[in-house]
């Protein structure tokens, strides 16, 4: 599988921002076509769905995180990011990345994960 790396994550307190990045190690373009989303897992909960931009570039998000959350990508750097505004305690958990393809196996891959901590 692709190797995918995580950042940004960090401490901040509700209603501050922050920038998460995720890239493909190693990799630049691709002829391979994949969607990119962002998943989170808080502290015994189920990993859930934050939001994907799929490969034609749609974008999709979670009920909770719309109008506060903007997923971008960079294709030529194989690259997603994930903007995070107005952050609320709920948001706090493990932020992974995920590639999916349907036509390319080693695009099928999950990140190591970023810890997002919000204190209200």
């Known amino acids: 599988q692709v190797p995918l790396v995580e950042s940004g994550g960090g401490s901040v307190q509700a209603g501050g921002s922050l920038r998460l990045s995720c890239a493909a190690s190693?990799?630049?373009?691709?002829?391979?076509?994949?969607?990119m989303s962002w998943y989170r897992q808080a502290p015994g909960k189920e990993r859930e769905f934050v939001s994907e931009?799929?490969?034609?570039?749609?974008?999709t998000y979670a009920d909770s995180v719309k109008g506060r959350f903007t997923i971008s990508q960079d294709n030529a750097k194989v690259a997603v990011y994930l903007e995070m505004n107005s952050l609320k305690p709920e948001d706090a958990a493990i932020y992974y990345c995920?590639?999916?393809?349907?036509?390319?196996?080693?695009?099928?891959?999950w990140g190591q994960g970023t810890q997002v901590t919000v204190s209200s």
């Open positions: 995920r590639t999916k393809s349907d036509t390319c196996a080693r695009w099928n891959s």
């Open positions: 190693g990799y630049r373009a691709t002829t391979c076509r994949y969607d």
């Open positions: 931009i799929d490969r034609d570039g749609r974008t």
